[in-house]
């Protein structure tokens, strides 16, 4: 009897031995903050934007492959930035030749004045030269009608001409000008 006294407590030891070095070896909770696991982490989303907007013509890499900073992922269908680039020269020219045209009109607009002022100091000579030919011989109503005239002549010729106003206005071929805006034929 003595002998099932002592095994019945002796079997209990153990047991308890036996969880308390269960949990100090094997259950690693109670030693560090890690949580050790094992499995594989899979990525849903991930975002990439390109430069310029367009079509992906390909990709150059796989789901799961590695790539690094710089690493080209993918290429652009380049016809479409291609058509654009074609666009853009096509309107750099295109305003190039509206640029020369304004230039043209500039031109020609001066020529034009500078006749026109040409033309007054004519107008002047002409009837400086009627008012002294009157003057020699004519009567006084002649000569004072004709210093009218030299007079109106000699101020029509201090002013100047009016000079159009030129402002650039990039607007789309055959729109017409915005408002206040000289417009060449």
């Known amino acids: 009897m003595k002998v099932r006294k002592i095994i019945a407590p002796l079997i209990l030891l153990i047991i308890a031995a036996a969880i308390i070095c269960y949990f100090y070896f ?11 696991t094992s499995g594989h982490i899979e990525v849903t989303e991930v975002d990439l934007s390109f430069r310029l907007p367009g079509h992906v013509k390909r990709l150059q890499v796989e789901e799961g492959n590695k790539v ?14 291609i058509a654009r680039r ?7 020219k295109e305003l190039e030749a509206r640029r020369d045209s304004m230039s043209l009109a500039i031109n020609i607009k001066e020529n034009i004045l500078e006749a026109e002022v040409n033309r007054a ?16 011989g004519s009567r006084t109503e002649e000569i004072r009608e004709a210093a009218a005239a030299l007079e109106k002549a000699v101020l029509k010729s201090s002013k100047p001409p009016k000079a159009p106003s030129i402002c650039w206005a990039m607007t789309p071929v055959g729109a017409p000008p915005p408002f206040g805006f000289m417009q060449f034929q």
């Open 86 to 92: 074609d666009q853009a020269i096509a309107r750099v």
């Open 26 to 36: 094997f259950h690693p909770r109670g030693r560090s903050s890690e949580l050790i």
């Open 68 to 81: 690094k900073k710089g690493d080209i992922v993918a290429e652009l269908n380049k016809e479409v930035l």
């Open 121 to 136: 100091k004519a107008g002047v000579s002409a009837a400086e030269a009627r008012y002294q030919s009157l003057k020699r």
